[in-house]
């Protein structure tokens, strides 16, 4: 058993704390803190956040440095790992102050911090990768930017669902009919990503679509897209009960994000839902195209696709079986994932 120290959002439903309780799940103490939740009224308020976000919260260091040092002197027992989740918080002054407690520090970030979607936002992160002992990515792209960054250890995973949060319900009757809709899509709306480009074309096409998630009322397309938007964005059962209470799940990528998969690619079949995304190599890795999830190149595609699944009841089943059973095979749980990570770290002890 290991003594963790975990920094990272640990808010309701948040994916990083999914990570934190699956390290528990596998055998380990985790003794958590929060850096979100401590800088909430310099990172989440408006004016602040965007001038730090802008800056790679270059002016929050000597905040976070206090914070560190007092996290260092509370936590007890003494840590056999830092688990840093996301990272962009911390810069090289953090992770020194990390290292005195004389362990393995390591970044787990799941977004593009050597990209250029997110501007200068990781900046303090990048800047502090030759001190960490691993950094743990989900892109080819990336691994090999965080090598040419000077990092000394780099390992590039799959993302992850997590084997307790997002468990399908036993029984389909359970679903609150709330939840339950012919096709849905559970995101936000992202600035020049044309999610509700796509989604507006797919119902002008008869394609019957239901949306959960935030920021949608800043779409240009908003006065279309309204009737079809059911609430604010959902977690945990909530969210599984949207997947599995639908008879087809969208996945959108991320352009700016460099995305070839994203968690939902993994959540929605382990969730007991239908995928349906755009095709690309990584998702052709994943699952076999029209027996395990369906893929598209194009919304004329994707409204042939949804028509025809609508249509049909046993091959809609018959794709959520086999994506279910697919998924578990590929071992991208969060608690395979976190043991993949821990090996990695300790491989040469």
Known sequence: MLNILYLGDCSPGCT?????DALLRVGHSVVKFDPYKEFAGSIQTRIPGFLHHKTGFRFLQSKVIRWLNEVVIRTSPKPDLVWIDSGELF?????????????PVIVY?????????????FDSLIKAMPLLDLIVVVRRETEAECWKLGAKRVLRISRSYDEVAHQPF??????????????????TWMNGEKRDEFIAD???QGVPVSIWGDRWEKSKNISKLKPFWR???LRDREYVAAVQGAKICLGFLS?????????????????????????????????????????WSDT????????KLLADDSLRESIVKAGMIRVKALKVGNEDICKAILDKVFENH
Do not use: M, W
């Open 202 to 204: 797919l119902i002008d």
């Open 300 to 307: 004329t595609e994707c409204a042939r696709l949804c028509k």
């Open 170 to 187: 036993r029984d389909r009757n359970e679903i609150p009919e709330q939840f339950r809709s012919e096709v849905v899509f559970c995101g």
């Open 255 to 295: 352009k700016g994000n460099r995305d070839l998969h994203t968690t939902r690619s993994l959540e929605i079949p382990y969730s007991g839902g239908l995928f349906c995304a755009k095709r690309t190599t990584e998702h052709e890795e994943f699952y076999k195209d029209g027996v395990e999830a369906v893929f």
């Open 91 to 103: 810069g090289p002054s953090c992770i020194r102050v990390l290292k005195t407690l004389h362990c």
């Open 231 to 233: 609430g604010k964005t």
């Open 16 to 20: 990083s704390l999914h990570r934190a």
């Open 109 to 121: 970030n799941i977004d593009d911090p050597t990209g250029k979607r997110d501007g200068h936002k």
